[in-house]
């Protein structure tokens, strides 16, 4: 079954640090999404992503954080000058609707981001 | 803004009963909602998604149900499981699918 992979599964750096995390959505489809999770509190989305540009972004997606597809497979998050609460796993999702738009969103597994 | 709540952190329930899981949204009349399962440190895995114009959706041993009016959702798995403890997400989709909110989860333990 094709599954949405990240990588590295665990990155360390150290404040003000660039950092660029990376997905690989599933072949096909066409959607694609970041969430945060700061341990013990819930998933929050960060932005969506289609046909090359930003559909929709949340408040904390501010200028420090950018999305790119540099090429027909990846999908990245970079963070441009980490802070300590940028500490959080980070999920990559993609999604190929079908009309209506209510098809389902497929998570990786995460990538752990650790900002000392 | 749209705010979802799942009205509890944590349901403790003993192995064969039904837990029955409450996700609550305001602010927001959605086309559909969506539950997920959270296993720790892993990613949300999509459970099932039910249509404003759908009252009841089932797969196997899980049943989900949406009232637009009272703005809830309910959550039901029958004949649990230790093996369905893990913590449940409650999701909207707020602009057509572009966006999608969370809500902080119920954990579900099921005892043997």
């Known amino acids: 079954e094709p599954e949405v992979t990240q990588t590295p599964s665990h990155q360390v750096t150290q404040m003000g640090q660039e950092v660029i995390l990376r997905c690989v959505p599933i072949?096909?489809?066409?959607?694609f999404y970041w969430y945060r999770q700061i341990l013990g509190q819930k998933v929050e989305f960060l932005v969506s992503?289609?046909?090359?540009?930003?559909?929709?972004k949340s408040e904390i997606f501010d200028d420090q954080f950018s999305v790119e597809r540099p090429d027909g497979s990846n999908f990245t998050l970079k963070i441009r000058s980490t802070k300590l609460e940028d500490s959080a796993m980070y999920f990559c999702?993609?999604?190929?609707?079908?009309?209506?738009?209510?098809?389902?969103?497929?998570f990786g597994p995460g990538t752990r981001l650790t900002v000392l | 803004s749209q705010k979802i709540e799942q009205n509890s952190e944590a349901l403790n329930i003993q192995e064969g009963k039904t837990a029955t899981l409450t996700c609550n949204y305001t602010?927001?009349?959605?086309?559909?909602l969506q539950w997920y399962r959270q296993d720790p440190g892993r990613g949300p895995v999509f459970l099932l998604l039910?249509?404003?114009?759908?009252k009841e959706k089932r797969k196997e041993r899980l049943k989900v149900t949406f009232d637009t009016t009272l703005k809830q959702s309910l959550f039901h798995i029958t004949a649990s499981q230790p093996a369905d403890s893990a913590t449940y997400l409650c999701?909207?989709?707020?602009?057509?699918?572009?966006?999608?909110?969370f809500g902080a989860g119920t954990r579900l333990f099921v005892k043997a």
């Open positions: 999702a993609s999604r190929n609707p079908s009309g209506g738009g209510a098809d389902t969103q497929y």
């Open positions: 072949s096909n489809h066409l959607y």
């Open positions: 992503f289609y046909n090359n540009e930003i559909s929709e």
């Open positions: 602010n927001y009349s959605p086309a559909y």
């Open positions: 039910i249509r404003e114009n759908e």
């Open positions: 999701a909207l989709d707020v602009t057509g699918g572009f966006k999608t909110i």
